[in-house]
């Protein structure tokens, strides 16, 4: 009898993840929100500030409580009936998804604006990772991201969500082309090309997005394959990225007049970008000059101290081609941002530069193994303690109107700009006289500033010294056309005086500014109504019902 041996059937071993490896694998993600939330969960019960946010939410309540509008935002300026060409269907279509849950309430608004930057830093870990960073350098990356406070106008400000919506959008579009690079695929085109497209229907600085994602991947080439690769693919990757431009560019030349009115003024601004650069380095590593209203006067010590410091790095680490590429993804991820002519500069624009920043620190730290010493512990430890105490108490100056236009002054006390605002904030709680102040700082400090002569007639308006506040509205309308408010102010002090004809003129004169202003078509409807002319208020009425808006 032969001997039979038993072979038992080998049993497939699962991998079950063990709580432990669940938890080291969120540990990272779950500090960075809960860092984030230290820094910006206090933001989730602020108020209007009266800084764009009104205009946006407040005055659009009407046009975003229909969605069938969603095409409309497509075909139109930001603004919508102005003379800018701010194209950014997508920024504005955040917007009317909150109103459908929260109205016109702050709250769900800003609970948006902070889930868009802690899914922003959790989404950079990924992003470091991909680049090549070590796993702890891509959480300390991340981390500095989420705490720095250079971001708080981008995340406590509702307004500031235009550029860090473009972040967020950044980061997606460039982990959609790091994965198509490393194994490409049409889908993985497709996604990446997708990606670039909407950054593009966020914001304009997207345009700068193909130079970068080739450095990028130039930075991290270590097997000097680039230029084979790139050889190989150049068609695909010119048509995936020139079919979302052109499309861009069609949809801006359908939805405006003039697509690109900022052209003549790019030679004006260009010498002064420069400065403001000088400023913006600064900011990202010495948090000392953040300002609501940021303008020249503030200190350029830290941003001359940043570049000789980026300078000497640039000269002694190795490699440098990931160094270099951070510093040209700062440059050019604000620059484009700095050609449009305003009188100050906003923080929130470093958003999605301060990527590039993060590299050229991560770059660094994996040269040297800094971050491994005792003292390179402390200062980074250091640093990111410091953001942290600085954004809580910089996100507390944009809780209200009254916080952020009374810091915004002290800390800009040469911005007329935050005059005028100040000024308006006294004129909502009818403190005319404090309003004036301000009012008339504002002009002299800078007599070009926009809204303030219109702003001064509504004062002297109230203090009944109608003269002088027909004087100013008239001097605003002659500098300022396009501003329907001032022919509406001017309507209603001609009313007061008891001239109905030049009244209804004024109003009439408003709409042809703004077809959208609803204000003159109420009080022309209820003229009219009075004037038993049912034609002309069943006019107004239905222009009314255009808006969304019924009278009683």
């Known amino acids: 009898m032969t001997p039979t ?30 860092a984030g939330l230290l820094v910006y969960g206090n933001s989730l019960f602020f108020d209007y500030t009266y800084f764009d946010d009104q205009e946006l939410i407040f005055n659009n309540q009407y046009f975003f409580g229909d969605l069938s509008n969603v095409g409309a935002l497509f075909m139109d300026d930001m603004w919508r009936f102005t003379e800018d060409t701010y194209y950014r269907p997508l920024y504005m279509l955040t917007y009317m998804l909150d109103f459908q849950f929260t109205g016109v309430d702050m709250f769900g608004y800003h609970l948006t604006s902070v889930v868009i930057h802690l899914l922003s830093a959790c989404l950079l870990v990924v992003l470091f990772g991909a680049v090549g960073f070590s796993r702890r350098l891509s959480f300390l990356g991340a981390l500095v991201f989420v705490v720095h406070p250079v971001h708080v106008q981008g995340v406590s400000w509702i307004p500031g969500r235009n ?67 790139l050889q190989a693919r150049w068609i695909a990757v010119a048509i995936g990225w020139t079919i979302p431009a052109i499309s861009w560019f069609w ?16 030679v004006d601004n260009i010498g002064r970008a420069g400065l403001v650069l000088v400023h913006y380095f600064g900011k990202t590593v010495i948090p000392v000059s953040l300002r609501t209203v940021a303008d020249l006067h503030a200190p350029l010590w830290p941003g001359l101290l940043v570049l000789a410091l980026i300078g000497v790095l640039l000269a002694r680490v190795r490699p440098r081609r990931m160094l270099w590429l951070g510093v040209t993804w700062f440059v050019l991820m604000v620059f484009p941002t700095l050609l449009a002519g305003h009188d100050f500069y906003l923080e929130e ?6 990527v590039g920043m993060l590299l050229f620190l991560l770059c660094v730290l994996e040269s040297t193994a800094f971050h491994t010493r005792p003292i390179g512990r402390a200062l980074l430890t250091a640093w990111i303690v410091l953001s942290v105490v600085v954004g809580f108490n910089r996100s507390q100056q944009f809780s209200d109107r009254w916080s952020l236009w009374e810091s915004a002054v002290v800390q800009s006390p040469q911005s007329a700009f935050a005059a005028n605002n100040l000024g308006a904030i006294y004129f909502l709680d009818q403190r005319y006289g404090e309003a004036r102040v301000q009012y008339e700082r504002a002009l002299a400090l800078d007599p070009t500033e926009p809204m303030v002569r219109n702003n001064l007639g509504q004062v002297h308006h109230q203090l009944e010294e109608f003269d002088t506040a027909a004087s100013y509205y008239e001097a605003e309308i002659q ?35 703004d077809p959208d202003y609803a204000a003159p078509y109420e009080i022309l409807a209820r003229y009219h109504q009075q ?22």
Not at 251 to 266: G, K, Q, S
Not at 483 to 508: F, I, K, T
Request: charged letters at 20%; aromatic letters at 12%; glycine letters at 4%.
């Open 5 to 34: 041996t038993s072979t038992s059937t080998p049993t497939p071993v699962t991998h079950t993840p063990t709580i432990r490896v669940l938890a080291e694998a969120t540990l990272p993600y779950a500090l960075i929100v809960a």
């Open 163 to 229: 550029d860090s919506f473009l972040g967020l959008s950044v980061i997606l579009a460039t982990l959609a082309w790091l994965r198509y690079w490393q194994a490409p695929g049409r889908g993985r085109w497709a996604l990446q090309s997708l990606a670039f497209f909407c950054t593009l229907l966020i914001k304009e600085p997207a345009f700068v997005l193909p130079p970068l994602l080739l450095g990028l991947v130039w930075a991290r080439d270590d097997d000097g394959h680039f230029l084979k690769k």
């Open 251 to 266: 949809l801006r030349w359908l939805a405006f007049d003039n697509p690109a009115p900022v052209i003549p003024r790019l």
């Open 349 to 354: 624009r470093l958003y999605a530069p301060l």
């Open 479 to 513: 500098r300022n056309p396009w501003y329907p408010n001032s022919h509406y102010n001017l309507g209603l002090l001609w009313d007061r005086l008891n001239r109905p004809d030049d009244a209804v003129r004024e109003w009439e004169m408003a709409i042809e500014v």
């Open 531 to 552: 004037q038993n002319n049912p034609e002309r208020v069943q006019h107004y009425l239905n222009e009314l019902r255009r808006l969304g808006i019924t009278l009683d």
